[in-house]
């Protein structure tokens, strides 16, 4: 009995909204690997002071849309559509290089979320080629239905709510935002999934942002991985 309580209840959240990189996904750094690459074919010499000054405000913004990223740091929209296209070209050849692996227990987690009733979708700030890639490199084509990366919601990435509430529109799971759980390892998950009115804002410490930065931009909870998802969720609403 007490079992199915708890299952009804992780009903009551109908649609799990997950990052990928750092929250379903350990990619190593490639993140970082790939931006010094994009930065170098636009004249930023390794080692240098404005290489690491770049370098800083790339793991600070850990979660945004990698355009956005370099629109901020090289303030020019060719230079930056230049950079964003060696960024995913660098990162797509690490990927197919086999650098990545999935978040140990992070399939599972999704599995047994999708088994109990509840409609997960899988985001990325990255590029839709990029997020092609990392789906076929981990043999998780058919894990979700529906991925979002941010021109599938208009082209603005993280912290905007846009592609929560893509998610939320597109599925069609649940008729309340405070129904929808955004998961993420960034402060800029945690702000996407406060915008965009999520019951359940939770943050995971196996990626960029450590508790105190993600309970500072709001997050409801804090686990050790994704892992711990769907125990959560059994008794948020108990």
Known sequence: MVRKVRESN?????????DMAGTTVADGGLVEQAFSAAAR????????????EKLDYVRATMGESKISVFRHLFGDEALAQQ????FEKAYG??????????IPGAREAVEELK???????????????????ILDALGWRDLVGLTLCPADAGGRGRPYPDMVLSAFLRTGAVDDVRQI???????????????????????????????EALRGAGATHVLGSVAE??????????
């Open 10 to 18: 992780m009903r009551r959240c109908g649609l799990v909204v997950l």
């Open 41 to 52: 074919e636009l004249g930023v010499e390794p080692g240098s002071a404005d290489h690491a």
């Open 83 to 86: 950079g964003n296209v060696a």
């Open 93 to 102: 050849e690490l990927v197919d290089g086999g650098r990545i692996a999935p």
């Open 115 to 133: 088994s109990a009733g509840l409609a997960v979708v899988l985001t990325t700030g990255f590029a839709r080629v990029t997020q092609d890639a």
């Open 181 to 211: 759980a955004v998961v993420g390892d960034t402060a800029y998950d945690m702000k996407s999934g406060v915008r965009a009115g999520a019951g359940v804002v939770a943050g995971v410490l196996t990626g960029a942002h450590d508790a």
């Open 229 to 238: 998802l769907p125990s959560l969720l059994r008794g948020v609403d108990e």
